[in-house]
């Protein structure tokens, strides 16, 4: 990892070291900036996410936190001591810094899976209705016909894309979170 103070960064912002700094930072698993104004911590992630074209996920707990948590792809408010205005400009809140890793590993894991799966089947369930649609129009002769009631379509829309993506974003989980605390390599081959 990659420890820098505020006044180390802002010397690295300027256009003549940034190349130098993120061939750097590109070596690093982890940059931690300590001592940065929300100015410098904005323009850093930024700076991270347009050059190296890297996801970014910023971690805040305070209001000189906010610029930062709204610049990177993901913002994490912990709420704490110094308020609650990281946790409102936030796209996730957590009580405790502690409480990042099962979030990420575990609530991570199971938000991308159900996603995907989501979008697969909203796919194939439109398919399955445009696939009867096409095949009724060579019955019909390409009349125009409609082959359904109106209200039988609406319940189909109803009761297909309502119900199961409730059922199942509530209650699908395809790895328990106890194995998936254990193996953190499992986030990344679900990608």
């Known amino acids: 990892g ?4 505020g006044r180390t960064l802002e010397h690295v912002l300027h256009d003549s070291l940034q190349n130098i700094f993120l ?67 936030s796209d996730f809140a957590i009580s405790q810094f502690r409480h990042l890793r099962k979030l990420l590993l575990v609530h991570g894991h199971w938000c991308y899976t159900r996603l995907t799966n989501m979008v697969l089947y909203y796919l194939y369930k439109n398919v399955a209705y445009v696939n009867l649609l096409f095949w009724y129009q060579f019955f ?3 009349s125009g016909t409609s082959m359904t009631d109106y209200w039988i379509l609406i319940l189909f ?3 297909f894309t309502s119900v199961p993506p409730i059922i199942y974003g509530v ?7 106890e194995i ?3 193996l953190p390599q499992l986030y990344k081959m679900s990608q």
Request: proline content about 1%.
């Open 140 to 142: 019909c002769g390409f």
């Open 157 to 159: 829309n109803l009761l």
């Open 171 to 177: 209650l699908d989980q395809d790895v328990s979170a």
């Open 23 to 89: 061939e750097l930072t590109e070596k690093c698993r982890a940059v931690v900036c300590c001592q940065a104004t929300p100015l410098q911590k904005s323009v850093l992630v930024r700076l991270v996410r347009s050059k190296l074209k890297a996801m970014t996920l910023a971690v805040g707990d305070g209001a000189n936190d906010v610029s930062m948590i709204q610049v990177a792809d993901t913002g994490v408010g912990i709420s704490g001591q110094e308020g609650m205005q990281a946790v409102m400009a």
């Open 2 to 5: 990659l420890v820098i103070d």
């Open 180 to 182: 998936l605390m254990e």
